[in-house]
Antibody, heavy 119, light 109 residues
Framework: EVQLVQSGAEVKKPGESLKISCKGSGYTFSSFWIGWVRQMPGKGLEWMGIIYPYDSDTRYSPSLQGQVTISVDKSISTAYLQWTSLKASDTAMYFC????????????WGQGTLVTVSS | QTVVTQEPSLTVSPGGTVTLTCASSTGVVTSGYYPNWFQQKPGQAPRALIYGTSNRHSWTPARFSGSLLGGKAALTLSGVQPEDEADYYCLLYYGGTRVFGGGTKLTVL
């Protein structure tokens, strides 16, 4: 069974750093792209970027490039989303999602990680 | 900046049929945009419904169908059930990136 399990909720202060994770299981992790999606409180889904675990090829949304870093450790089947200096506007639910085999779109989703940034 | 537009809200009666659309600010949506559709209920992660314009995932009920309609991607629900009340999002592929639509809140009433 394909599963994406994300790390738990975080409460941080502005200016702090953070790294959240997404661990895949039930499939060959390195062979499928993993994307990240933001959902701000009461708002819609926003595509952030995607990474290919096999070679760490990463594509960022132009609107978010430079604000976050997407990385992966394929040895432990885990993808990451990282901030160096959080802002209050980073408060959101963050989902990871798998891109299926060629042409099969985004199929499986993680349960989400709630990040709250408040002084 | 590319904008993907969906109807903000739609209402349908149980057993009825409704079509949600997904338009791109760049022009006509074609199969090359690989339209995906997702359903999200309150407090839950999104669930994939349709990929590559019209392909259902193994778990997607047959009452959900995807197509291209009038230059847009479309999701049609036939024989709507009360449990179909949810937010629906489309996702379009633009070469190196993807963009979600703003979402459609579907009310079953």
């Amino acid at each position: 069974e394909v599963q994406l399990v994300q790390s738990g909720a975080e409460v941080k202060k502005p200016g702090e750093s953070l790294k959240i994770s997404c661990k895949g299981s039930g499939y060959t992790f390195s062979s499928f792209w993993i994307g990240w999606v933001r959902q701000m409180p009461g708002k819609g889904l926003e595509w952030m970027g995607i990474i290919y675990p096999y070679d760490s090829d990463t594509r960022y949304s132009p609107s978010l490039q430079g604000q976050v870093t997407i990385s992966v450790d394929k040895s432990i089947s885990t993808a990451y989303l990282q901030w160096t200096s959080l802002k209050a506007s980073d408060t959101a639910m963050y989902f990871c999602a798998r891109r299926g085999a060629d042409g099969s779109g985004i199929d499986y989703w993680g349960q989400g990680t709630l990040v709250t940034v408040s002084s | 900046q590319t904008v993907v537009t969906q109807e903000p809200s739609l209402t349908v009666s149980p057993g009825g049929t409704v079509t949600l659309t997904c338009a791109s600010s760049t022009g006509v949506v074609t199969s090359g945009y690989y339209p995906n559709w997702f359903q999200q209920k309150p407090g839950q992660a999104p669930r994939a419904l349709i990929y590559g314009t019209s392909n259902r995932h193994s778990w997607t009920p047959a009452r959900f169908s995807g197509s291209l309609l009038g230059g847009k991607a479309a999701l049609t629900l036939s024989g709507v059930q009360p449990e179909d009340e949810a937010d629906y999002y489309c996702l379009l592929y633009y070469g190196g990136t993807r963009v979600f639509g703003g979402g459609t809140k579907l009310t079953v009433l």
